[in-house]
């Protein structure tokens, strides 16, 4: 699922990025040292200000995060028509809400059903649809879950405490620099009654990675 497709990104490097890499996690320390060295001189030069850039990062965290990703899925759960656009053409549709910008130029949703449940990795590094889930969680860098992901999905979703039916068949998908993939979790028993705000809520970042279940609403 990493095939190349038309792209900018250059020769020899199937998996094009303009995201930082960290291949290594051994390497982490170091490139987390280089950049708040650059920063530091940058800043000393006058060339940047910290203040813009602890914004941009908590833009991020927050404002971008997984909660714009919580939007879409509690708007598909009650909009069969807004569900059926994330299924033809998700980048689109979730646009629509205002979501969109880098990271997440190609989007596509899988839907969770009883007979299938979706697990999203990137085998490679880090890709990850910024506009809904904002920053990718440490673990989802990890070389531990990258592999595993894709050698044994259902240990890894044991490790996240979620124990789906032997009958279910879990899928994987393979994020790559051009597709970032979303999960629609399905919709909670007991959430009928509930509002899209009240919905919203109910939505987890993992449930929408696929390392977990949206929450259960509490009994009234
Ligand atoms: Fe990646």
């Not at 009958?167 to 393979?174: E, F, G, H, L, N």
Request: aromatic share 6%; with cysteine.
């Amino acid at each position: 699922m990493h095939g190349m497709t038309q792209g900018d990104h250059g020769p020899g490097h199937e998996h094009g990025h303009d995201h930082e890499h960290d291949h290594e996690h051994s390497e982490l320390g170091a490139m987390d040292l280089r950049v708040r060295a650059l920063e530091s001189l940058l800043a000393a030069k006058g060339w940047i200000d910290p203040a813009a850039l602890d914004a941009i990062v908590d833009a991020y965290q927050t404002r971008i995060g997984p909660r714009n990703g919580a939007r879409v899925v509690a708007r598909a759960w009650v909009d069969p028509a807004y569900r059926d656009w994330l299924r033809r053409d998700a980048t689109a549709a979730i646009a629509s809400l205002g979501f969109s910008g880098r990271q997440g130029e190609h989007m596509v949703v899988v839907e969770n059903t009883p007979d299938t449940h979706h697990l999203v990795v990137c085998t490679l590094c880090s890709c990850y649809p910024w506009p809904v889930l904002g920053l990718p969680p440490t673990w989802y860098k990890s070389a531990p879950y990258r592999a595993r992901a894709v050698r044994d999905p259902r240990g890894v979703l044991a490790d996240f405490g979620v124990v789906l039916p032997e009958s279910t068949a879990i899928r994987v998908w393979d994020s790559t620099a051009e597709i970032r993939y979303l999960v629609l979790p399905m919709r909670p028993p007991g959430s009928e009654g509930l509002s899209e705000d009240a919905l919203a809520d109910l939505v987890t970042r993992d449930s929408m990675i696929g390392t977990g279940l949206p929450r259960s609403p509490s009994p009234a």
